[in-house]
């Protein structure tokens, strides 16, 4: 008898095994779409290509190359976009059917999340230097590695806990957060004031990626100074404008003479008035 139960147990648990995804972990996440190259390491596994439809679960790590991007839309809704040359990895997700927990690990690169209306506040992003709360938001994450994270928040509110003795600090749509260290304290500013998860600073010479989703207009018009030159005037006179080491050649006034201005190394002419 005893021996017939244990092995009617084991033709079940063998028979669960058997079904699809009956040794699988629960997925967390769904892959939308892959731009070029986008790879994906499951659990104990090798990384293999991604593919748009793929399952994805806890622990499972993300890769893009240059170029590349996979898209992810998790089971409440939200979705984050894995943007080219970065690496993550889906470190804890749990949905109970009406609010998200959890924690991921953004390690490198550029990200763009977006809540989508999700109640996900108990959600973070850690990067090597920072945790990231999310309050339904969209927001872009820029992870230079262990050294900086900068974040682009386009809509809702963004707290950055720096993990070391830095202060923490809330922003809004329209600003940006840079944590410069885990001890650094975290600073807020408008999008454009530091080096951003959407392009480096006015004036800077950074290269780093653009976002394939950012959402927002980030050309900076940059006018250039006309030249000022004198408008005849009616029935007075005309001056005759400075050369450099050439002629300068005197403009015409209307009803009356125009006079030669002097050029360094040259002289000017003036001008008959009619």
């Not at 470190?91 to 989508?116: E, P, R």
């Not at 720096?162 to 304290?185: K, M, N, W, Y």
């Amino acid at each position: 008898m005893k021996r017939r139960l244990a092995y009617q147990i084991g033709y079940v648990l063998t028979a669960l095994w058997a079904l699809p995804g009956g040794a699988k972990a629960a997925g967390i996440a769904t892959v939308l779409d892959v731009v070029n190259e986008g790879y994906r390491t499951p659990p104990g596994a090798d990384e293999t290509a991604a593919k748009t439809a793929d399952e994805l679960v806890q622990d499972e790590a993300l890769r893009t190359e240059k170029e590349s991007t996979i898209q992810v839309r998790f089971v409440d809704g939200s979705e984050l976009s894995v943007e080219q040359s970065s690496e993550m990895v889906l470190s804890d997700y749990v949905f109970d059917g009406s609010a998200a927990t959890g924690l991921i690990d953004l390690n490198n690169g550029l990200f763009h999340f977006k809540s989508n209306a999700t109640n996900d506040q108990g959600i973070a992003l850690r990067t090597p230097v920072a945790t990231i709360g999310v309050r339904g938001t969209e927001f872009l994450v820029h992870v230079d590695g262990d050294d900086v994270t900068i974040i682009d928040i386009l809509e809702g509110a963004v707290e950055a806990r720096p993990h070391g003795a830095g202060r923490s600090v809330t922003c809004v749509g329209g600003q940006s957060i840079l944590i410069a260290g885990e001890d650094e304290d975290a600073q807020c500013g408008d999008i454009g004031s530091f080096s951003t998860a959407a392009g480096p600073a006015s004036g800077g010479n950074d290269d780093r990626p653009e976002a394939a989703h950012a959402g927002q207009d980030r050309e900076r018009a940059q006018s250039a100074e006309a030249p000022d030159r004198p408008a005849p005037s009616g029935g007075g006179e005309g001056e005759g404008g400075q050369g450099e080491g050439g002629q300068g050649e005197g403009g015409q006034g209307e009803g009356g003479q125009g006079e030669g201005g002097q050029g360094e190394g040259g002289q000017g002419e003036g001008g008959g008035g009619d």
